[in-house]
């Protein structure tokens, strides 16, 4: 077998491998004698076609920027992202992002080609296309000290071998439980998005993504990742209702959202979607989520770090996977600077003991608020609703109560403080407004003349019927009911937020 030996390998050209590879590139300290030697292997270099990966929220672009790679948003037709209109009953709340930030959606695959080139750009990086096989493990320690790969078109494998091997294979990661052992877990499958491109659809609110909120269903999310093409994800929940299986074994998916999710979209968007729906073949992505586990010391394997989606995953709702993993990556790539030999597992283990704790702030609140709005605008019982409708209230107020959440979200914030006081906020704000805002009641049913009929003939029996929905406040005699439900509204909103919490803190 041919050996060749680098500094570091980093497995998996995604969003993840390709920033690291980059920036380790330009580490340049006194400790380290010479500049770095990075391997950057990836099975397969052709343009990869996901439905997700496509909106960068404005704390990564700034991440972006301080690795230097802001330049690959350019060229790729990506569309500037102002912030979020949030739809619900027909009614709509504009949530710009604080301060003019905007973020930026794309074609997923033209951003991973132009971070690709921007990795092949840099100095004493080998960009390898090449399936790795199976990690290589020394003899007597046990440490993990290279890869053995079958580049493309080869038959023979190849040993590579490196001071500090680095895995970022995405959410199917194939070395995920090798490198944490005991201490791996399995990723929770929250559902799926379907995914299709409507062409020339008009948004609520130009330049910002939509969350459509679908009665009797998951979150609808729309944004536009090129000048014609806006991008569509329609949340189906997990585990499938048995009626949605029989329609996906009929292949008659298509007829579920025709059916019961597409009359409650805007308006506006209910055509561009039929069409898209009939010409674009639907995609299916699992949307996974996995709490970070510390890595070093006796918790993995020596030699080996996980990064991106092979370590820690988030709801993509909120399209912050991108954001953290290159915040990720900036903090990683400060602290190596001052590890002075990569092969050093313990000087290595303090490295990623500090990383562990100091990407907590920004990384922690994003994976908890996706899992607590998913959660929220799933609306599963008649509890989550009330949260639901509490929190699409609470954004109507404006002020903090949309400028705070929209900070988290993009990144911009990153406190779990704030994230804990909104949240409950919002759940207190949601009790409120069971007991005091008009809820629906019933629909009345009066006679409306038909417009081709003349005033003179309007007592005639012709004309047509028309459905009012029929609006009032809770009164008097619901109270103690009401008081009952608050309770256990109070307690939904602690089952949300709890347990990401807890999984955030260990």
Same mark, same amino acid.
């Given at each position: 077998?041919?050996s060749?030996?680098?500094?570091v390998?980093?497995?998996?050209?995604?969003?993840?491998?390709c920033?690291?590879?980059?920036?380790?590139?330009?580490?340049?300290?006194?400790?380290?004698?010479k500049?770095?030697?990075?391997?950057?292997?990836?099975?397969?270099l052709?343009e990869?076609?996901?439905?997700?990966?496509?909106?960068?929220q404005?704390?990564g672009?700034?991440?972006?920027?301080?690795?230097g790679?802001e330049?690959c948003?350019?060229?790729?037709?990506?569309v500037?992202?102002?912030?979020?209109?949030?739809?619900?009953?027909g009614k709509?709340v504009?949530?710009?992002?604080?301060?003019?930030?905007?973020?930026r959606?794309?074609h997923?695959?033209r951003?991973?080609m132009?971070?690709?080139?921007?990795?092949?750009?840099?100095?004493?990086?080998?960009?390898?296309?090449?399936?790795?096989n199976?990690?290589?493990?020394?003899?007597?320690s046990?440490?993990?000290i290279?890869?053995?790969?079958?580049?493309?078109?080869?038959?023979s494998?190849?040993?590579?071998?490196?001071?500090?091997?680095?895995?970022?294979?995405?959410?199917?990661? %194939?070395?995920?439980s090798?490198?944490?052992?005991e201490?791996?877990?399995?990723?929770?499958?929250?559902?799926?998005?379907?995914?299709?491109?409507?062409?020339?659809? %008009?948004?609520?609110?130009?330049?910002?993504?939509t969350?459509?909120?679908?009665?009797?269903?998951?979150p609808?999310?729309?944004?536009?990742?090129?000048e014609?093409?806006?991008?569509?994800l329609?949340?189906?929940?997990?585990?499938?209702?048995?009626?949605l299986?029989?329609?996906i074994?009929l292949?008659?998916?298509?007829?579920?959202?025709?059916?019961?999710?597409?009359?409650?979209l805007p308006?506006s968007l209910q055509?561009?979607?039929?069409?898209?729906?009939?010409?674009?073949r639907?995609?299916?992505?699992?949307n996974?989520?996995l709490p970070?586990?510390?890595?070093?010391?006796?918790q993995?394997?020596?030699g080996?770090?996980l990064?991106?989606?092979?370590? %820690?995953?988030?709801?993509?709702?909120?399209?912050g996977?991108?954001?953290?993993?290159? %915040?990720?990556?900036?903090?990683?790539?400060?602290?190596?600077?001052?590890?002075?030999?990569l092969e050093?597992?313990?000087?290595?283990?303090?490295?990623?003991?500090?990383?562990?704790?100091?990407r907590k702030?920004?990384?922690?609140?994003?994976?908890?608020?996706?899992i607590?709005?998913?959660?929220?605008?799933?609306a599963?019982?008649?509890?989550?609703?009330?949260l639901?409708?509490?929190?699409f209230?609470?954004?109507?107020?404006g002020?903090?109560c949309?400028e705070d959440?929209?900070?988290?979200?993009?990144?911009?914030?990153?406190?779990?403080?704030?994230?804990f006081?909104?949240?409950?906020?919002?759940?207190?704000?949601?009790?409120w407004?069971?007991?005091t805002?008009?809820?629906?009641?019933?629909?009345?049913?009066?006679?409306?003349?038909?417009?081709s009929?003349s005033?003179?003939?309007?007592?005639?029996?012709?004309?047509?019927?028309?459905?009012?929905?029929?609006?009032?406040?809770?009164?008097?005699?619901?109270?103690?009911?009401l008081?009952?439900?608050?309770?256990?509204v109070?307690?939904?909103?602690?089952v949300?937020?709890?347990?990401?919490?807890?999984?955030?803190?260990?």
């Amino acid at each position: 077998m041919n050996s060749d030996s680098y500094d570091v390998l980093i497995v998996g050209a995604g969003v993840a491998g390709c920033a690291l590879a980059h920036a380790l590139s330009t580490i340049t300290s006194p400790s380290h004698s010479k500049p770095i030697r990075i391997a950057l292997l990836e099975r397969s270099l052709a343009e990869p076609d996901r439905i997700v990966g496509e909106l960068l929220q404005p704390g990564g672009v700034l991440a972006l920027r301080k690795l230097g790679m802001e330049e690959c948003l350019d060229g790729i037709g990506a569309v500037p992202v102002k912030g979020y209109c949030v739809v619900h009953d027909g009614k709509q709340v504009h949530i710009p992002y604080p301060g003019g930030q905007e973020g930026r959606s794309f074609h997923h695959g033209r951003f991973i080609m132009a971070l690709r080139e921007k990795a092949k750009k840099a100095e004493n990086v080998d960009v390898i296309e090449a399936a790795v096989n199976n990690l290589v493990s020394d003899e007597s320690s046990g440490r993990i000290i290279g890869v053995k790969a079958t580049r493309k078109g080869g038959d023979s494998k190849e040993t590579l071998l490196a001071k500090l091997v680095i895995i970022s294979d995405g959410c199917f990661s %194939n070395f995920r439980s090798e490198v944490l052992g005991e201490a791996a877990q399995k990723p929770s499958i929250k559902g799926y998005f379907v995914g299709a491109i409507l062409k020339d659809a %008009n948004l609520p609110i130009d330049k910002h993504g939509t969350v459509c909120l679908v009665k009797g269903s998951g979150p609808v999310l729309l944004y536009q990742i090129e000048e014609h093409d806006t991008r569509i994800l329609i949340d189906v929940k997990d585990p499938l209702p048995s009626d949605l299986k029989v329609c996906i074994r009929l292949n008659n998916l298509k007829g579920h959202i025709l059916d019961d999710i597409v009359p409650g979209l805007p308006p506006s968007l209910q055509a561009p979607t039929r069409a898209a729906l009939e010409a674009d073949r639907l995609k299916r992505m699992p949307n996974s989520v996995l709490p970070p586990v510390e890595q070093g010391g006796e918790q993995s394997k020596e030699g080996v770090i996980l990064v991106g989606d092979s370590w %820690n995953m988030r709801h993509p709702l909120t399209g912050g996977g991108m954001t953290v993993a290159l %915040n990720d990556v900036v903090i990683l790539t400060d602290l190596l600077r001052s590890v002075r030999h990569l092969e050093d597992w313990e000087e290595v283990s303090q490295i990623l003991h500090s990383w562990h704790w100091s990407r907590k702030p920004l990384g922690s609140t994003i994976n908890i608020l996706s899992i607590a709005l998913y959660d929220l605008f799933g609306a599963e019982d008649s509890n989550l609703d009330v949260l639901r409708t509490g929190c699409f209230k609470y954004f109507e107020r404006g002020g903090r109560c949309i400028e705070d959440p929209v900070s988290l979200l993009s990144g911009l914030a990153p406190s779990r403080l704030m994230l804990f006081l909104h949240f409950f906020a919002v759940a207190f704000y949601a009790i409120w407004v069971m007991f005091t805002h008009p809820r629906l009641v019933s629909h009345s049913t009066s006679r409306q003349s038909s417009p081709s009929i003349s005033a003179a003939d309007s007592d005639s029996d012709d004309g047509y019927l028309l459905e009012k929905p029929v609006y009032s406040r809770p009164g008097l005699g619901e109270y103690p009911w009401l008081l009952f439900k608050s309770f256990r509204v109070f307690w939904t909103a602690c089952v949300v937020f709890g347990p990401p919490l807890w999984s955030e803190l260990r």
